[in-house]
């Protein structure tokens, strides 16, 4: 993918909407992990933990871009994707992670690794499907993950608890990418060539309605159950 080109933009602006919605969670971690740590430590634990989660998080994504070439795990990535992007909708915890403060760096360190790892799942497979394979999209999406990571996590959970809407949004593009990466499965490239090519723009778009009526399903069974 060239890197002037308009696809390449595209594709890294899905990389960034993807990180700025499931990175939220990770800095969340990171303050919580490290609230008990002393002033001096404090530093030192956010710097070796976020580094630490970073690194894990490139050896996952570098397995997730290879292992998307393989016949039948696109399909399977779709899926998840589409999970992913329900979970985002319908849910408001923390992707059930129990975080416990430590007051030792070490400790403290290793709690955010492991927590991000939890977490880090949904967000490795989005990148990698965002990316299509393009090495220096998947760097460049690593990248900005730091910052957003480190700094900007929690002001950009202000703003969706005040525009609500924006999870739906970015629901909807995770089931965008579903959908965009089941049509792209090897086992299916004969299929979708016989098909003239219009798969690959109304995959995209059944994805979107997929996470959607699935999430309205979801909460509507919950506010079902609630008052029942």
């Known amino acids: 993918m060239d890197f002037g080109s308009s696809q ?8 960034i909407v993807v990180n700025l919605l499931l990175s939220g ?3 969340v971690v990171i303050a919580l992990a ?9 530093r030192w634990g956010i710097f070796f933990g976020v580094l630490g989660a970073i690194l894990l998080r490139i050896v996952l994504t570098f397995f997730a ?7 039948y795990l696109k399909l399977a990535g779709g899926v998840l994707l589409v999970w992913i992007g329900v979970k985002l909708i319908v849910e408001e915890d923390t992707d059930g992670v129990d975080v416990k403060a430590s007051d030792r760096l070490f400790s403290a360190v290793r709690t955010v690794v492991v927590a991000d790892l939890v977490m880090s799942i ?3 497979i989005a990148v990698a499907a965002a990316a299509k394979g393009s090495l220096v999209l998947l760097v460049f999406g690593l990248v900005i993950s730091i910052p957003l990571v480190v700094l900007g996590a929690q002001l950009i959970m202000k703003v969706i608890e005040r525009l609500p809407v924006l999870i739906f949004a970015g629901g909807g593009l995770l089931g965008y990418l579903a959908g ?4 792209g499965d090897p086992a299916l490239a004969g299929w979708v060539a016989s098909r003239g090519g219009w798969p690959h723009w109304a995959g995209p778009i059944l994805g ?3 996470v959607i009526l699935i999430a309205r ?3 509507q069974r919950r506010r079902a159950r609630r008052l029942g």
Request: with cysteine.
């Open 122 to 124: 949904d967000n490795v």
């Open 34 to 42: 490290c609230r008990n740590l002393a002033p001096a430590q404090r």
């Open 208 to 210: 979107v309605a997929t």
């Open 65 to 71: 871009v290879r292992l998307l070439d393989v016949p």
């Open 8 to 15: 390449f933009w595209v594709a890294a602006f899905q990389i």
């Open 25 to 27: 969670d990770n800095a």
């Open 217 to 219: 399903w979801v909460e």
């Open 180 to 183: 965009d990466l089941v049509v």
